[in-house]
């Protein structure tokens, strides 16, 4: 007959050995569904940002070229005029829509994160969930 701790210990060998490293304190938010909709959109913001910053570059360096090169040719001229006006006028609209959905987000943590009482304080009184206010 074999020895029936042989198995176990083979079993036991393939296990993982787990660590766990505790945390001090854990501080947990909550979150509304119109709060995780306007953090969720926060993520594309950048895109705009990108944006803006690139129109703003190629018009800043038309805008050089028009001032310091003769462009002999009027049609040359007008599309040099045209996509330094568009770059600007592009360039400065995402730059205000970046700043907008930027300022939500910022609006909205920091509305999360007050909800938070102070350390050492107790945590006021849940609000009555019904529709009607207590007399």
Known sequence: MQNTSE???QVGEFLPEIRRARLGELTIFDVTESE???LERGSP?????????????IAISFSAILATT???????FQVFV????????AGVILLFIWRRNHQSVSKVVA???KRLP???????P??????????
Request: proline share 9%; net charge negative; no cysteine.
């Open 118 to 124: 102070p350390q050492g304080t107790a945590e006021p």
């Open 126 to 135: 849940s609000a009555p969930s019904g529709g009607a206010a207590e007399a």
């Open 7 to 9: 198995p176990s210990k």
């Open 45 to 57: 913001d950048s895109i705009y940002l990108n944006f803006a910053i690139a129109l703003l570059s």
């Open 70 to 76: 003769t462009i002999p040719a009027d049609r040359v």
């Open 82 to 89: 045209i996509l330094t006006v568009v770059s600007y006028v």
């Open 111 to 113: 509305t999360i994160r």
């Open 36 to 38: 995780l909709e306007i």
